[in-house]
């Protein structure tokens, strides 16, 4: 089964910088692309970001790029999003996703099966 847990989220003020976890579990994929969505209150699940684990590929939203990176260890089955410059706009809970699309159409929620429970952002101004 598989098992997806972030971590790492918090309270920071503008101009800030946190870096969220997600360690995946219970699959025997050696390549496979993961993503890290948001969702602000009373606003849809966007995407931020993706990343092929096999070649390193990114994609990431026009709001995040050049403040955020996205990586992951395979050896430690852990995914990152290192958020840097961080804005008001970026509170949000931030769910990691597996298993669904990369580059563009891994920005869509419906592309992906497998979510984990979310960790919140909140950054004050």
């Known amino acids: 089964q598989v098992q997806l847990v972030e971590s790492g989220g918090g309270s920071v003020q503008a101009g800030g910088s946190l870096r969220l976890s997600c360690a995946v579990s219970?699959?025997?994929?050696?390549?496979?692309?993961m993503a890290w969505f948001r969702q602000a209150p009373g606003k849809e699940r966007e995407g931020v970001a993706n990343?092929?684990?096999?070649?390193?590929?990114?994609y990431y939203a026009d709001s995040v790029k050049g403040r955020f990176v996205i990586s992951e260890d395979a050896d430690k089955k852990t995914l990152y999003l290192q958020m840097n410059s961080l804005k008001p706009e970026d509170t949000a809970m931030y769910y990691c996703?597996?298993?669904?699309?990369?580059?563009?159409?891994?920005?869509?929620?419906?592309?992906?099966?497998?979510w984990g429970q979310g960790t919140q952002v909140t950054v004050s101004s």
């Open positions: 996703a597996a298993f669904g699309p990369c580059g563009l159409y891994g920005m869509f929620k419906g592309a992906w099966n497998y």
């Open positions: 219970g699959y025997t994929y050696s390549t496979y692309c």
């Open positions: 990343i092929h684990t096999g070649g390193g590929t990114t």
